[in-house]
């Protein structure tokens, strides 16, 4: 290998920092957003109350969720939901920044989705460290039936999956 022929392996350096800096400035957005409108839930709601937004459509309901997405495991031992959870979200933490790491600048739409990933990844695991459970306000529904309440860090963690599942369409495969 030539020396001409590392450094077009090599991204250029101003690519590298603005891939961070929309890292940082994503995740930054993204999680105070989260954690901001939790707050205000928390400071101005009391625990099941709903206030319709749209009427037979979409309501702010104040519930927390011990369990995974959905309600899923909450009926486990707190302590060990716990322990579970922050484990898990400190794995995915690491995953998602290693991944984001190696993805190029070229493919910006992955980059996003990561973004968002570890926006609600972190979003959700700040709740899940300071109070043991994770703060649920948005609650859409279509007369009776209601999907399970959720927060932006949940929003941006579907938004981010999707995300990556577009890019994924777009790119050849193959050699």
């Not at 954690?35 to 937004?53: G, H, M, W």
């Not at 709740?127 to 859409?140: A, C, E, K, N, P």
Request: charged share 15%.
């Amino acid at each position: 290998m030539q020396a001409d022929d590392n450094a077009e392996a090599a991204p250029p350096p101003a690519r590298v920092w603005k891939k961070w800096l929309l890292f940082v400035i994503l995740v930054g957005v993204v999680v105070t957003l989260d954690q901001s409108t939790k707050q205000y839930i928390d400071a101005t709601f009391n625990l099941y109350e709903s206030r319709p937004v749209v009427d037979g459509y979409f309501n702010l309901t104040y519930v927390r969720n011990s369990g995974a997405a959905f309600g899923m495991l909450s009926r486990q031992d707190p302590k060990f939901l716990r322990l579970f959870f922050l484990s898990v979200t400190g794995l995915a933490l690491v995953i998602v920044t290693f991944y984001y790491s190696r993805i190029p600048w070229s493919q910006r739409l992955t980059l996003w989705g990561l973004g968002l990933i570890m926006s609600g990844a972190l979003g959700n695991g700040i709740d899940r460290y300071t109070i043991g459970q994770v703060i649920d306000f948005l609650d859409v529904y279509v007369g009776e039936y209601h999907w399970p309440a959720f927060n932006v860090a949940d929003s941006a963690i579907c938004i981010g999956v999707g995300l990556l599942l577009i890019d994924s369409f777009r790119r050849p495969v193959g050699p």
